[in-house]
């Protein structure tokens, strides 16, 4: 079965830093292109950053201030959140694609106080 499962969410203070997961299982499911999704309560949910193969993205609103590595069987990615704004308080979520089908993982929760 092919999934993905996020960790690395919590509570931390405005200027904080967080370090999110992305796993993957399953023999058949790759991180070599994914992305990282947000969603805050009420709002849309937005992309924050894409892994195309060698090639990596981010959101205007978060540049400079993530950044993302993987290891090398491209199993799992992490999102460094350095310099954490309310605005990122949201529920962020990661994808890819299997077979021309999104699999998205559960969620994690990251709130920012202020």
């Known amino acids: 079965q092919a999934n993905l499962v996020e960790s690395g969410g919590g509570l931390v203070q405005a200027g904080g830093s967080l370090r999110l997961s992305c796993s993957a299982s399953?023999?058949?499911?790759?991180?070599?292109?994914m992305a990282w999704y947000r969603q805050a309560p009420g709002k849309e949910r937005e992309l924050v950053a894409t892994y195309g193969g060698k090639d990596i993205n981010f959101a205007d609103s978060v540049k400079g201030r993530f950044t993302m590595s993987r290891d090398k069987l491209y199993k799992t990615v992490y999102l460094q959140m350095n310099g954490l704004k309310p605005e990122d308080t949201a529920v962020y979520l990661c994808k890819t694609r299997l077979g021309g089908v999104d699999v998205w993982g559960q969620g994690t929760q990251v709130t920012v106080s202020s």
């Open positions: 399953g023999s058949r499911l790759s991180l070599f292109v």
